[in-house]
């Protein structure tokens, strides 16, 4: 599983990270709902089949250690 995390400026945050479970759970620590993930995504990558299997999350830089947490475990 890859997980990338960077600061956009002062205000924001934003993680690409691969899997599903994961990426429900970053949504979680960014303060948003869980069952939004294709909404709240900023980007969704797919396979050459169509399958997703990583999405790009912005998030409120305040998020920033929940967010690591999740992502560095």
């Known amino acids: 599983m890859a997980v990338r995390m960077w600061k956009d400026g002062t205000r924001r945050g934003i993680v690409y ?15 948003r709902d ?13 396979d050459k089949r169509g399958k997703v299997f990583a999405w790009q999350i912005a998030f409120d830089i305040g998020r920033w250690d929940s967010v690591a947490a999740i992502c560095h475990q």
């Open 34 to 46: 869980e069952g939004k993930l294709r909404e709240s995504a900023m980007a969704i990558y797919q």
């Open 17 to 31: 990270v691969e899997g599903k479970e994961t990426a429900e759970r970053v949504l979680l620590a960014a303060g």
